[in-house]
């Protein structure tokens, strides 16, 4: 009879006794074994384990990406000018084992000690770089440059630095002025010296443009003597010939022409004597002849 009142209690320990026993590793889970405080196992695949109640006890911590942000915190530049910077780092922990005796698993203490191996990289960065290089400067080649030394020291601690992003970058207010003024004054410098470039390449350009049109206006010049030349030539031959097969004829031919030219024209007035050779093909004995 008591064995039978005992058996309730003694399924209800051996329940609880197993329950202690086994626990399961989801796959967005890294777990530790410890054994009396001292880690016995690191690489627990996700499923179901067993360990030993009271002995054995188990840690689990996230194994995807963590982001960890950064208030707003001044940095140097090489000229000794002080700029204002936020950012945020994504990590996640690679090697449980490491991580846990770094940072006891705190998972504060983890991002902030990562947080500072950040700010030492982007430190050492703005002092190698002048405010308008920061400004100006591929923030990619910035960024590469800070997250190869700081990733080797992010895996001394079992966590890998996934990637590092700067939200915003402003300069103190009694730099601001100073610095955009510098930059703008750049700016027109490098303005003056494109317009100036301008004007020299325009003035070559319309040089050689007078240059080519003056070339090419007398060499048409002289292609259009030759021409007339020619011209003249063919038809003082012409007229000759004409004149040799028929000098009357000739000579009726150009009087005819010099009348079209002198007479019928409004407001002329020619005064010439009838017995002038110039009309004796108007009267009756020139026009027989």
Request: hydrophobic share 40%; net charge neutral.
């Amino acid at each position: 009879m008591n064995i039978r009142a005992l058996m309730p209690a003694a399924i209800l320990l051996a329940a609880w006794i197993l329950s202690m026993s086994v626990f399961t590793v989801d796959e967005r889970e890294l777990a530790i074994k410890f054994r009396l405080g001292e880690i016995i196992e690191t690489d627990l695949e996700p499923g179901l384990h067993f360990k030993m109640p009271f002995i054995n006890n188990v840690r689990k911590f996230p194994r995807q990406i963590l982001t960890q942000t950064n208030p707003q915190e001044s940095f140097l530049t090489f000229e000794k000018k002080n700029l204002f910077v936020d950012f945020f780092v994504k990590w996640r922990i690679i090697d449980v084992g490491a991580y846990y005796r770094a940072t006891r698993g705190d998972e504060a203490l983890a991002s902030q000690r990562l947080i500072e191996i950040v700010k030492d990289g982007v430190r050492s960065e703005f002092a190698k770089r002048t405010v308008p290089q920061v400004v100006s400067a591929e923030r990619r080649e910035l960024l590469d440059n800070m997250l190869a030394s700081a990733r080797e020291n992010a895996r001394g601690l079992g966590m890998e630095l996934v990637d590092v992003r700067v939200k915003r970058t402003e300069f103190p207010e009694q730099v601001s002025e100073s610095v955009f003024d510098r930059m703008r004054q750049e700016r027109a410098r490098t303005a003056s010296e494109l317009r100036a470039q301008g004007a020299e390449n325009a003035e070559q350009i319309r040089a050689e443009a007078d240059r080519q049109r003056t070339v090419t206006l007398a060499e048409a010049y002289r292609e259009a003597e030759k021409v007339r030349g020619a011209g003249d030539a063919d038809a003082a031959r012409i007229y000759a010939d004409a004149y040799r097969k028929d000098p009357e004829f000739f000579a009726f031919y150009r009087s005819i022409q010099a009348y079209r030219r002198s007479l019928g024209k409004e407001n002329d007035l020619l005064v010439l004597g009838k017995e002038g050779e110039f009309f004796r093909y108007m009267e009756g004995s020139g026009a027989g002849r």
